[in-house]
T-cell receptor, first 112, second 113 residues
Framework: TQLLEQSPQFLSIQEGENLTVYCNSS?????LQWYRQEPGEGPVLLVT?????EVKKLKRLTFQFGDARKDSSLHITAAQPGDTGLYLC????????????FGDGTTLTVKP | DSGVTQTPKHLITATGQRVTLRCSPR?????VYWYQQSLDQGLQFLIQ???????AKGNILERFSAQQFPDLHSELNLSSLELGDSALYFC????????????FGAGTRLSVL
């Protein structure tokens, strides 16, 4: 069983602060996705990473895949209230439309 | 809009009843996934179908069943409902060869009273 552990579980910060959330596993993944979910809605894909050491940027969000493809991080610069939500990471062992394993998520609250 | 459609959006029923949740995947996606999300919990994987066949099974109760039809839409059947089955149920779809990127529907909120 591939488990993904996300930390911290909850994070409450002020607008303008920086933050990093982590997604760790003992398993090697062929790809890893980050999703953001707002209350009452389905998760929305933010990014997918597939190469060890890969870094992707999406405006103020920076995603990194670990060299060994077992972990990932999401860094947000100058957080805004609109960043509030549940951030989920999901890893896949097989790329051929197989099952993904989801972490339990980090609930981020950004206060104005 | 993810392109994944779930109906109904809300469902209120009583214990012991049976309900059916419906999902239409994105056009061309062969894989459909079902998840349960209870209050303050992450996504619990229930089951995956690929082109009409069951592909993977998660922590799905025996009282729950699912199927994927030839037109690729899927239904999740929940029977003998209990209070603890109250949750958000999400459907997601993905295309083959896309690193399992999943597109989620807006969910069905099930309330068992």
């Amino acid at each position: 069983t591939q488990l993904l552990e996300q930390s911290p579980q909850f994070l409450s910060i002020q607008e303008g602060e920086n933050l990093t959330v982590y997604c760790n596993s003992s398993s090697v993944f062929s790809s890893l996705q980050w999703y953001r979910q707002e209350p009452g809605e389905g998760p929305v894909l933010l990014v997918t990473v597939v190469t060890g050491g890969e870094v992707k940027k999406l405006k103020r969000l920076t995603f990194q895949f670990g060299d060994a493809r077992k972990d990932s991080s999401l860094h947000i610069t100058a957080a805004q209230p609109g960043d509030t939500g549940l951030y989920l990471c999901a890893g896949s062992v097989n790329t051929n439309a197989g099952k993904s394993t989801f972490g339990d998520g980090t609930t981020l609250t950004v206060k104005p | 809009d993810s392109g994944v459609t779930q109906t109904p959006k809300h469902l209120i029923t009583a214990t012991g009843q049976r309900v059916t949740l419906r999902c239409s995947p994105r056009s061309g996606d062969l894989s459909v996934y079902w998840y349960q999300q209870s209050l303050d919990q992450g996504l619990q994987f229930l089951i995956q179908y690929y082109n009409g066949e069951e592909r993977a099974k998660g922590n799905i109760l025996e009282r729950f069943s699912a199927q994927q039809f030839p037109d690729l839409h899927s239904e999740l059947n929940l029977s003998s409902l209990e209070l603890g089955d109250s949750a958000l149920y999400f459907c997601a779809s993905s295309a083959t060869g896309t690193q399992n990127i999943q597109y989620f529907g807006a969910g069905t909120r099930l309330s068992v009273l």
